[in-house]
Nanobody, 113 residues
Framework: QVQLVQSGGGLVQAGGSLRLSCTVSGTIFSRNVMEWYRQVPGKQRELVTTITSGGNSTYADSVKGRFTISRDNAKNTVYLQMSSLKPEDTAVYYC???????WGQGTQVIVAS
């Protein structure tokens, strides 16, 4: 059974930082391409960043230079380090195994101005 369990998130002032974690079980994590999405109520879920099994990453233009995705295969965990946060980064953040139906439970991030 594949499970993705997220942690982190919360309330932060604009300009602050947060780190999200997503721990995966039930799959060979090191082979997975991992993604982070975010969703604001009333809008479609937006792809934020992707990291390949080899550690290569891509980012949405809106977060480039501020967010960093990383992975620790020994811990079966992917991270999203968010810095210089803006109020428009407020959303529920989800991790996902690329190309599958498997999602994390979602983590609320609120950036106060």
């Amino acid at each position: 059974q594949v499970q993705l369990v997220q942690s982190g998130g919360g309330l932060v002032q604009a300009g602050g930082s947060l780190r999200l974690s997503c721990t995966v079980s039930g799959t060979i994590f090191s082979r997975n391409v991992m993604e982070w999405y975010r969703q604001v109520p009333g809008k479609q879920r937006e792809l934020v960043t992707t990291i390949t099994s080899g550690g290569n990453s891509t980012y949405a233009d809106s977060v480039k230079g501020r967010f960093t995705i990383s992975r620790d295969n020994a811990k079966n965990t992917v991270y999203l380090q968010m810095s210089s946060l803006k109020p428009e980064d407020t959303a529920v953040y989800y991790c996902r195994i690329w190309g599958t139906i498997y999602w994390g439970q979602g983590t609320q991030v609120i950036v106060a101005s």
